[in-house]
């Protein structure tokens, strides 16, 4: 009978020690800030610190975050499995220090882009879609005008240079505004 309570009990305590340490760590790796929009949940990682710094001195600063541009926005069920497997895969590459010093955005993620770069400024795009034929015949298959968006506008809003070595002193987060 005694064995079968200090079982319970251990059981109990273990139980409360687990949803104790999760709790724990919950709050120290800040896993909730990664469902806001908040572009501070990017740089919660400090190898994003460039990205930050680069897209607060940008034009898009003051009209999109990070989310607008490399999340789906055609609906919340496509942006959260974006953001899981985004997560997922950030958090491998930084946790085991896989990524490269210029970090690369993916296939998956590149289109992401350059869907919302059409979407914000379809204005401005839809006469480009329009006359690809005539004046944008390239070579990638993927964008209705066989170029994707930064191949001209290289520096937005990351600026053009893409390494942990763009700001250096860039250490931790210097607000602008």
């Given at each position: 009978?005694?064995?079968?309570?200090?079982?319970?009990y251990?059981a109990?305590?273990?139980?409360i020690?687990?949803?104790?340490?999760?709790?724990?760590m919950?709050?120290?790796?800040?896993a909730?800030?990664?469902?806001?929009?908040?572009?501070?949940?990017?740089?919660?990682?400090?190898?994003?610190?460039t990205?930050?710094?680069?897209w607060?001195?940008s034009?898009?600063?003051?009209?999109?975050?990070?989310?607008?541009c490399?999340?789906?926005?055609?609906?919340?069920v496509?942006?959260y499995?974006?953001?899981?497997?985004?997560?997922?895969?950030?958090?491998?590459?930084f946790?085991?220090?896989?990524?490269?010093?210029?970090i690369?955005?993916?296939?998956?993620?590149?289109?992401r882009?350059?869907?919302?770069?059409i979407?914000?400024?379809?204005?401005?795009?839809?006469?480009?879609?329009?006359?690809?034929?005539?004046?944008h015949?390239?070579?990638d298959?993927?964008?209705?005008?066989?170029r994707?968006?930064?191949?001209?506008?290289?520096?937005?809003?990351?600026?053009?240079v893409?390494?942990?070595?763009?700001?250096?002193?860039a250490?931790?987060?210097?607000?602008?505004?």
């Amino acid at each position: 009978m005694k064995n079968s309570n200090f079982l319970k009990y251990a059981a109990l305590g273990a139980f409360i020690v687990a949803i104790g340490f999760f709790v724990y760590m919950l709050n120290a790796s800040k896993a909730l800030s990664y469902l806001s929009s908040d572009p501070k949940a990017c740089i919660n990682c400090h190898v994003m610190n460039t990205q930050y710094a680069t897209w607060q001195h940008s034009s898009h600063a003051e009209r999109a975050t990070c989310v607008d541009c490399h999340l789906p926005r055609d609906n919340m069920v496509n942006k959260y499995i974006a953001k899981a497997i985004d997560g997922y895969n950030h958090s491998m590459a930084f946790t085991f220090n896989t990524y490269k010093n210029a970090i690369k955005i993916s296939d998956n993620g590149a289109q992401r882009v350059q869907d919302n770069c059409i979407s914000c400024h379809k204005s401005l795009t839809s006469g480009m879609v329009n006359n690809s034929d005539k004046y944008h015949n390239y070579d990638d298959p993927s964008v209705a005008t066989g170029r994707r968006c930064w191949e001209c506008h290289k520096g937005v809003p990351h600026g053009k240079v893409r390494g942990l070595t763009t700001t250096p002193n860039a250490l931790g987060v210097k607000e602008v505004k």
